[in-house]
């Protein structure tokens, strides 16, 4: 049975095309875009239009490579959203999430509704480009799209809506909004009434693995290609990367690793404890009912920014190359907490670092090589640290760790990982997004019975690499230095 998956990074996307014969799934990339944010004035924009073409671009391939997918479903970076007027036309492009419009308006709801309240009715870290503050800042500037506005849709809801005119909110990036009661399994439209925000734009939910409508009729002429089902999966990518973990053990940790690094543990019911607030984890809806214990790290966003840094400065570095040079690099000369506000936004990205070397008081990195090496060290310390506290939260121990998504070709990565964390890293699927979209669909369709029939799919069709930890004695050493730079305890 062959369906496609349309996976949306931060930086780039992709069409899978999966196959799924005798319990075995393959899978064959079929098309695959940039997706270049667009700064127009104060703005940071997604371009949303052109990624719909790029998802209508990958369709067009899959029918003229003969291929007759039977379902296609999107998933997507969470938080962002459009807005869609009574007339089904869409108020203004989407904003992206590293925009500076939320800035300082966490502290400002806490004023209305504190924070203690927010987490306990969400169960969602702070993070200061949550759906609730992007709202709130448009509230703030009385925005007319707001006002005028009949439809709250999320980036895959929204696609999904242009190819299909449905309109609904797929639950998974519903989670994500911190406006969603996962106690109370709805909408928490009494948050959004206590700080002004309409919620009558917000949709009926629908859970992951619903077919949620059909190709509609302009779609399939313009293309030229039948009418298929669309398909609701995990649309959250995390959601679908952890869906696709190929883990035996039901209790496993995991690293979704891109341009963010989500680590947790999957639980049954979401940690709403102030322990878990005042470690800021978060408590993301996921398949089956599942929620993700875990916490955003900064990732790989900060070694795409050195690139993107350097290249303006007319010296482009494949990845691989500054991963390299990065190996060569000496080890444990200076670290940053990968989570401290500087490294958020866009913007030059090897100064900032060298700034954190200076202020606190380390060898200030000059080479690439050495400050990449900065950067892929502190974040393996960190995924120590968070490991730990998932361990804590939920009370679990873990052998070791599944690492998934982009961020595992870089091996050094994946070493430096097993060995700051003492354990074994299993890495693998790289494509665990398009492919965890993939096997929700099969469910959908009743190819498959379930989560974890869809798990062992993964482990009999994907090769896993497994990193046994090295050099404990030098890593240890290293976490006492980086958590008293951080001040941990
Ligand atoms: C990863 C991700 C993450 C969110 C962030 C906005 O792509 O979806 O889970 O926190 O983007």
Known sequence: MNILAFDLGASSGRALLGRLVDGKLTVEEIHRFPNDPV??????????????????????????????PESMAIDSWAVDFGLVGPNGELLGN?????????EGLMEEVFQTVPQS?????????????????????????????????????????????FLTGERKNEFSNATTTQFYNPTKNAWDNGLLEQLGIPHHLLKEIVMPGTIVGKLQPSVCKELGIPSI?????????????????PSVDKDFAYLSCGTWSLLGTEVAEPVLTEEALAMNFTNEGGVDG??????????????????????????????????????????????????????????????????????????????????????????????????????????????????????INNKLLCQFTANALGRPVWAGPVEGSAIGNLLVQYIALGAIQNIWEARSIVRDSFPLDVYEPEAAEAWSAAYTRWSNLLKLQ
């Not at 989407?94 to 939320?102: A, G």
């Not at 089902?229 to 973990?245: I, L, M, N, Y």
Request: charged share 25%; proline share 6%.
């Open 39 to 68: 700064q127009a004035g104060e703005t940071l924009y997604w371009d949303i239009l052109r990624l719909l073409h790029e998802i209508k671009q990958g369709l067009l391939k899959a029918h003229q490579l003969g291929y007759k």
């Open 117 to 161: 309240e927010v987490f306990g009715r969400t169960g969602i870290q702070f993070l200061p480009f949550n759906t609730l503050y992007q709202l709130f800042a448009l509230k703030k500037e009385a925005s007319v799209s707001l006002r005028e506005a009949d439809s709250f849709l999320m980036i895959p809801d929204l696609l999904r809506y």
């Open 94 to 102: 989407p904003v992206h999430y590293r925009d500076r419009r939320t």
């Open 290 to 407: 599942t929620y993700r214990l875990l916490k955003n790290i900064m990732g790989l966003w900060i070694v795409q920014e050195c690139r993107r840094a350097w290249e303006k400065t007319g010296h482009s570095y494949k990845f691989e190359e500054l991963v390299e040079e990065a190996n060569q690099a000496p080890a444990f000369r200076s670290f940053i907490d990968p989570d401290d506000p500087v490294f958020m936004p866009p913007g030059d990205m090897p100064m900032r670092i060298q700034d954190y070397c200076r202020a606190t008081g380390q060898p200030i990195p000059e080479s690439p090589g050495a400050i990449i090496r900065c950067v892929l060290e502190s974040l393996a310390l960190k995924y120590k640290y968070v490991l730990a506290c998932t361990e804590q939260l939920s009370g679990k121990s873990f052998k070791g760790l599944h690492m998934v998504g982009g961020g």
């Open 229 to 245: 089902p669309v398909v609701a999966v995990a649309e959250h990518d995390t959601g679908s990367a952890v869906a696709a973990v």
